[in-house]
Structures are given as structure tokens and as C-alpha cells.
């Protein structure tokens, strides 16, 4: 099992920076994937970035130069640092970790909400 917990989410202005934290717990042998996603009211859940235990990474196009995902593997937490936010950014932002044990296995964080407002 992996345990995962979100901070850093909040309320910021268009245009200002948010950092957001995962620290992973547990059994962290064979994690091969971290990244964030979020989800929007009454919409689904997508994809935001995504980093492979080196440091391979991969971006949504509608954050690519403006979000960077990054990972301490030392500390097992994976960031993600949000520039440049727009309002359409408001989301809740859920972590998440992809394990190999026979065959896949996903777990995911209890989420943290970003509202980017005027």
C-alpha cells in the first residue's frame, strides 16, 4: 500500500504561483509513475503531468510552460510548481502513484483544492 497527501492548494489571484506537494508513504518499491491530475466541477478527471522515477516528464498541453513537475526521491514527494495561473486552473488537484506489482496498481491522494479568482 501507498499513502499519499496533498498540500499546498489554496486561493490566488490570475497570474500568481501556487506550489503543490505529495508525500508519498508505504511501500514505495516499484513506484514507477507519480503526477498530478485534477478535477473540475462537473467535469472529469484529466491529466496535468506526470514523471517517471528518473526524470522523465509529461505535460498536458494546456500547461506546458507554465507548470513544472518535480520529484525528491529521497524525501518520496513529487511537486508541482504553478505559474502563471489562470482562472480555468481551478480545480481540486489530486496526486497520484503508479506501482508494479504483477501488474499495475494506482493510488491516489484525498486531493487539494486550487481556486484561481479575481
Known amino acids: 500500500q501507498v499513502q499519499l497527501v496533498e498540500s499546498g492548494g489554496g486561493s490566488v489571484q490570475p497570474g500568481r504561483s501556487l506550489r503543490l506537494s505529495c508525500a508519498a508513504s508505504g511501500s514505495m518499491l516499484s513506484i514507477g509513475v507519480m503526477g498530478w491530475y485534477r478535477q473540475a466541477p462537473g467535469k472529469q478527471r484529466e491529466l496535468v503531468a506526470t514523471?517517471?522515477?528518473?526524470?522523465?516528464?509529461n505535460y498536458a498541453d494546456f500547461v506546458k510552460g507554465r507548470f513544472t513537475i518535480s520529484r525528491d526521491n529521497a524525501k518520496n514527494t513529487v511537486y508541482l510548481q504553478m505559474n502563471s495561473l489562470k482562472p480555468e486552473d481551478t480545480a481540486v488537484y489530486y496526486c497520484n502513484a503508479r506501482q508494479f506489482k504483477g501488474r499495475w496498481y494506482d493510488y491516489w491522494g484525498q486531493g487539494t483544492q486550487v481556486t484561481v479568482s479575481s
Open positions: 514523471i517517471i522515477s528518473g526524470s522523465s516528464t
